[in-house]
């Protein structure tokens, strides 16, 4: 058996508590056991390999709006929603029939097709900064198309990114902060030459200073200033839209490119995404996530005068065999006609507002360390925080032990975030009132566990 922990361990801590039945994953269990034998960690992609909270991933059956079922038919009420695209939920049906009906007609020409026109004029509507724009096959593609270009748009090398972003796992990204207010990245990746991440200067964030100073130490050679359009991969650290006008200005004033990365915040805070939320106009955006509808999609757009440097236009080389792929495109058309019905966002974000703000009330009301940082239908459960955290040195690694009883504690209850204490939660419109309210009852004792020892 590989348990997802020490049983003993276990019913000492709660000998005062009612024990929650732990949940069968036998079937999970050999198949991860399988797994191991073909993949690295036996996944696909590291943090879906439980390993943060010291177990073993369930593989997954079937979605239905907003639940999953592993493979030994437990039902979870799913918070992760595949890290983000699903804004609608597991296997909705107009999403599927489009599928469908791309499908019937053929999977791929590697020639134009009307449906990447549809996605592009839905993703325009509504962005006024997008212009032109290019498909991918996912956000790592995006992004890394969107620094190759900015470096050939402004003819300078140098990036500048915040500690606390992902921006995916293109080279010259996997850097993080040495010491020092703003210094050269280290590699958080064996294989990314020190070359590389020399060529990518890191701040902290929510700290103007620090982005003036790397611009005084780097006079003209910095391409571009790149950003999450809500930090959302390393807790949820939200900026001030202040800080992002600055931001904004602090560009501009020294001819360097703001690429917002909006991989998770594009069509998740509104059709505008964070450009709309802060109200800057960002010089290159990239998407990914909800733009796909679930199917792997990237984009990256920008003015046209920007985009014009894109081969075959301009210089900049960018290909893909599959890119802009119908089926993906069938899946993303189908999902943004839903978000821009009325008032979409609004009954999103309400819910998921309301839903973030009763669970503080219930930690505040018993004084637990913990804080709930949400915005829109994106939420995270800070652990820990003595205030509102901004920047990722702020986070506690310590407070990552709360977390792993509480995930623990939430599956046994049937409720499935992602395993990792710094990775954000989604609501998605598929959330009913009735099973929030069923998480909510969840979260609650798996709280009170989770603070029991304290
Ligand atoms: C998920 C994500 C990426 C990477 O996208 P993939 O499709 O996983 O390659 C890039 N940037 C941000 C902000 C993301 O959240």
Same mark, same amino acid.
């Given at each position: 058996?590989?348990?997802l922990?020490?049983?003993?361990?276990?019913?000492?801590?709660?000998?005062?508590?009612?024990?929650?039945?732990?949940?069968s994953?036998?079937?999970?269990?050999?198949? *991860?056991?399988?797994?191991?034998?073909?993949?690295?960690?036996?996944?696909?992609?590291?943090?879906r390999?439980?390993?943060?909270?010291?177990?073993?991933?369930?593989?997954?059956?079937?979605?239905?709006?907003?639940?999953?079922?592993?493979?030994?038919?437990?039902?979870?009420?799913?918070?992760?929603?595949?890290?983000?695209?699903?804004?609608?939920?597991?296997?909705?049906?107009?999403?599927?029939?489009?599928? %469908?009906?791309?499908?019937?007609?053929?999977?791929?020409?590697?020639?134009?097709?009307r449906?990447?026109?549809?996605?592009?004029?839905?993703?325009?509507?509504?962005?006024?900064?997008?212009?032109?724009l290019?498909?991918?096959s996912?956000?790592?593609?995006?992004?890394?198309?969107?620094?190759? +270009?900015?470096?050939?748009?402004?003819?300078?090398?140098?990036?500048?990114?915040?500690?606390?972003? $992902?921006?995916?796992?293109?080279?010259?990204?996997?850097?993080?902060?040495?010491?020092?207010?703003?210094?050269?990245g280290?590699?958080?990746?064996?294989?990314?030459?020190?070359?590389?991440?020399?060529?990518?200067?890191?701040?902290?964030?929510?700290?103007?200073?620090?982005?003036?100073?790397?611009?005084?130490?780097?006079?003209?050679?910095?391409?571009?200033? %790149?950003?999450?359009?809500?930090?959302?991969?390393?807790?949820?650290?939200?900026?001030?839209?202040?800080?992002?006008?600055?931001?904004?200005?602090?560009?501009?004033?020294?001819?360097?490119?703001?690429?917002?990365?909006?991989?998770?915040?594009?069509?998740?805070?509104?059709?505008?995404?964070?450009?709309?939320?802060?109200?800057?106009?960002?010089?290159?955006?990239?998407?990914?996530?909800? %733009?796909?509808?679930?199917?792997?999609?990237?984009? $990256?757009?920008?003015?046209?005068?920007?985009?014009?440097?894109?081969?075959?236009?301009?210089?900049?080389?960018?290909?893909?065999? +599959?890119?802009?792929?119908?089926?993906?495109?069938?899946?993303g058309?189908?999902?943004?006609?839903?978000?821009?019905?009325?008032?979409? $966002?609004?009954?999103?974000?309400?819910?998921?507002?309301?839903?973030?703000?009763?669970?503080?009330?219930?930690?505040?009301?018993?004084?637990?360390?913990?804080?709930?940082?949400?915005?829109?239908?994106? *939420?995270? *459960?800070?652990?820990?925080?003595?205030?509102?955290?901004?920047?990722?040195?702020?986070?506690?690694?310590a407070?990552?032990?709360?977390?792993?009883?509480?995930?623990?504690?939430?599956?046994?209850?049937?409720?499935?975030?992602?395993?990792?204490?710094?990775?954000?939660?989604?609501v998605?419109?598929?959330?009913?009132?009735v099973?929030?309210?069923?998480?909510?009852?969840?979260? *609650?004792?798996?709280?009170?566990?989770?603070?029991?020892?304290?």
């Amino acid at each position: 058996m590989f348990g997802l922990f020490n049983k003993e361990k276990r019913e000492d801590a709660y000998s005062t508590m009612t024990v929650q039945q732990e949940i069968s994953r036998s079937r999970s269990d050999e198949l *991860f056991e399988q797994a191991k034998k073909c993949f690295p960690g036996g996944v696909n992609s590291p943090v879906r390999a439980f390993k943060s909270v010291e177990g073993v991933p369930l593989f997954i059956k079937k979605g239905e709006g907003c639940h999953i079922w592993d493979e030994d038919d437990n039902q979870f009420i799913d918070f992760c929603c595949s890290w983000g695209p699903l804004i609608l939920g597991h296997n909705h049906q107009a999403i599927r029939e489009s599928i %469908i009906e791309a499908v019937s007609l053929g999977t791929t020409f590697g020639a134009p097709t009307r449906l990447e026109n549809e996605l592009a004029e839905l993703i325009r509507k509504h962005n006024p900064h997008v212009e032109k724009l290019r498909f991918v096959s996912s956000g790592t593609e995006a992004v890394m198309s969107a620094i190759r +270009l900015a470096r050939g748009f402004t003819g300078r090398d140098k990036i500048l990114k915040f500690e606390g972003c $992902y921006h995916g796992h293109a080279d010259s990204l996997l850097v993080k902060a040495g010491s020092g207010l703003v210094t050269f990245g280290e590699t958080t990746s064996a294989g990314v030459p020190e070359a590389f991440a020399r060529e990518t200067i890191v701040a902290p964030l929510n700290n103007m200073e620090a982005v003036k100073q790397a611009f005084k130490d780097h006079p003209d050679e910095i391409a571009a200033v %790149i950003i999450e359009g809500i930090p959302a991969n390393n807790g949820l650290l939200i900026q001030e839209a202040g800080y992002m006008q600055e931001l904004r200005e602090c560009c501009t004033q020294h001819n360097a490119l703001l690429i917002l990365d909006e991989v998770i915040t594009g069509f998740r805070l509104g059709m505008d995404g964070a450009a709309g939320y802060y109200d800057i106009r960002p010089d290159l955006v990239t998407y990914g996530k909800v %733009i796909g509808g679930g199917m792997p999609v990237g984009c $990256y757009g920008g003015s046209a005068e920007v985009m014009g440097k894109i081969s075959p236009d301009g210089p900049v080389y960018q290909a893909g065999t +599959l890119s802009g792929n119908p089926v993906a495109m069938a899946a993303g058309i189908a999902q943004l006609k839903v978000l821009q019905g009325n008032n979409f $966002y609004k009954n999103l974000n309400s819910k998921a507002e309301e839903f973030a703000a009763s669970i503080e009330r219930f930690a505040d009301a018993r004084n637990y360390p913990l804080k709930i940082q949400s915005v829109g239908s994106l *939420f995270w *459960f800070a652990f820990a925080a003595p205030s509102p955290i901004r920047a990722a040195a702020e986070i506690d690694p310590a407070s990552m032990g709360f977390f792993k009883i509480f995930h623990r504690e939430l599956l046994n209850r049937g409720v499935y975030l992602g395993p990792s204490g710094y990775e954000v939660g989604f609501v998605s419109a598929a959330h009913s009132k009735v099973e929030l309210e069923k998480a909510k009852r969840a979260i *609650f004792e798996a709280l009170e566990i989770t603070f029991k020892k304290q």
